[in-house]
């Protein structure tokens, strides 16, 4: 059996606007994940990286592509292989403030999915609500509390309890922590880093930041305009990053060595992401690209792997 939870294949979500304008969100995207393992996908607002993971979950039908899970693909499930797959993966959102109903006690949220899958009796759902609580580092007692008493943080602790209420396999963390201020981002990715570890669970974990994605993620992918541009593992493309986006987002994260930070060139990225509904041919960078060739609006480079592990989309390789 294959090592990898999840392949996504020449994934697509386009979204009709009306008339004939259509938002390819998400074009051709592939990438796999391996069980246990964090994969982070990056990539500035609007690049598609949670459409894509919305369309893996199932919020949104895919347009094509298949996505994988458990060697099963997700869009076809149905009867009991359904039932599992709305078990086995789960979601964290970004925003604590938007994503908790103000009207449900914090109990009743948390033990919402045990509710819908019928799991346990009542005394038993309530033991579960209290032990998930002090997973995430609150007290048994908030469970008849409402969202509002508690701070961005704790919100995002109960968003977590939530999702592993069910005890699923897979978590989609979408910008968990962009929402909450720094000294409190780090606790909530420790968090996530422990109960990783504890249950082995496998995580895609969106950001905009690759800065902010390095620290828990195994390996990254990172997204530009709809496609995935480079994969790699986190060491590899920090040390080596191959496509001229990735060089640039990663030139623009502080270095703490003062030496090594005056010895790297800071790329300054020219004019802004183009529009996704009118993207430019070719290579979508190439708008952006200090290192643009005449080929490269001819033609968009395929995702191709030139190490071991490590694919980057671009005609200079
Ligand atoms: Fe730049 Fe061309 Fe590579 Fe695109 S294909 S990233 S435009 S060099």
Known sequence: MTDHILEVRNLKKHFHLGGNTILKAVDDVSFSIKRGETFGLVGESGCGKSTT??????????????VLFNGKNVHKLKGKADKDFRKQMQMVFQDPYASLNPRMSVGDIIAEGLDIHNIGSAKERKERVHDLLQTVGLNPEHATRYPHEFSGGQRQRIGIARALAIEP??????EPISALDVSIQAQVVNLFEKLQEERNLTYLFIAHDLAMVKHISSRIGVMYLGKMVETAGSNE?????????????????????????????????????????APPSGCPFRTRCPKAMPECAAAMPPLKEVEKDHFVACHLY
């Open 53 to 66: 993971g919305r369309t893996i979950i199932r919020l949104y039908d895919a347009t094509d592509g298949e």
């Open 169 to 174: 396999e897979f978590i989609i963390a979408d």
């Open 237 to 277: 493309l920090h040390k080596n990053p191959l496509h001229p986006y990735s060089q640039a987002l990663l030139s623009a994260i502080p270095i703490p060595d003062p030496e090594q930070a005056r010895k790297r060139e800071r790329i300054i990225l020219q004019g802004d992401v183009p529009s996704p509904i």
